[in-house]
């Protein structure tokens, strides 16, 4: 969606997509506008909630059955198992993507890595696909007049066009650029805590056969679980940069990471998408 400040300032209705790498502050800047005039659409959220809750719960379901106390509970019935997703609590998805090694550490098989990395990218297109009728949905049904899609970190790896337009004409798309000081805490960051993550089946296909030269591993299973996400990342983080920039260009607007730091408020926000589109 494009407009001028002016435009944008007068528009009764606002509604805005964050793009930009996980840690950037999507969800803090969110959380900083009146929650009672702003709807927050996570995507991550409705992605567990909706695309992935079944292959969510089979998978602990699977890990439940190992437990024959649990295992004869659920066979019976006498017990039932949910997720407790929340916007601030997402570690059901990431217990879902997993991470690719050995299973003796809880990795898993290149096959089933790659089905699920599969069945995240077609959840997370169906997520940001499902913001046009969020707009209209929570406006009709619950008077929100301002709508803001807080978009996952791996927005720009699905390369999908139609998705990426049909957000383009119902919000703006505001993309916050990290910092090279915050580019290295966030690495740093992903190196102590290592989390599980969606790539590109193209980025993995190139990645992993590098990564097993430079170990010496013959099989996916001597991979150490964490000790590929911990190499791969640096490469992840800085390959998705130009694409998040790209979008920018072609559908929204950038602001610098330091800038959206200094938002306290809703006034602050408005000035900081203001200021955006003036340039």
């Not at 599969?118 to 008077?143: Q, S």
């Not at 996400?229 to 800085?238: A, E, M, S």
């Amino acid at each position: 969606m494009r407009m001028t400040p002016q435009q944008f300032r007068d528009c009764e209705r606002k509604c805005i997509t964050l793009l930009g790498m996980s840690g950037v502050g999507k969800t803090t800047l969110a959380d900083k506008l009146p929650k009672d005039q702003w709807f927050h659409y996570s995507g991550d959220y409705r992605i567990g909630t909706r695309y992935l809750v079944e292959p969510i719960l089979d998978n602990i379901k699977r890990q439940a059955m190992d437990v024959p106390f649990l295992r004869e509970l659920l066979l019976s019935d006498s017990i039932f198992i949910r997720s407790n997703i929340t916007v601030d609590n997402l570690a059901p998805i990431s217990t879902f993507l997993g991470k690719l090694g050995n299973p003796a550490l809880s990795g898993l098989s290149l096959e089933e890595f790659k089905r699920r990395q599969v069945l995240h990218r077609h959840a997370e297109i169906m997520a940001m696909r499902d913001v046009p009728a969020f707009i209209e949905k929570v406006y009709d049904i619950y008077g929100y007049r301002h709508f803001i899609n807080d978009a996952g970190g791996s927005v720009c790896e699905l390369d999908d066009p139609e998705t990426l337009q049909s957000l383009a004409d119902c919000t703006i798309i505001l993309y916050i650029r990290t910092s090279p000081e915050l580019e290295h805490v966030l690495i740093e960051r992903a190196a102590s805590d290592p989390k599980p993550l969606y790539y590109r089946a193209e980025f993995l296909d190139e990645q992993l056969p590098e990564f097993m030269q430079e170990r010496r591993h013959q099989r996916v299973d001597d991979i150490a679980p964490d000790d590929f996400v911990t190499w791969v990342f640096p490469r992840l983080f800085r390959s998705r940069l130009p694409r998040y920039q790209a979008i920018a260009d072609q559908f929204g607007y950038t602001v610098d990471v330091q800038d959206a730091a200094q938002v306290h408020d809703e006034h602050d926000f408005l000035a900081l998408v203001s200021d955006a589109l003036a340039r």
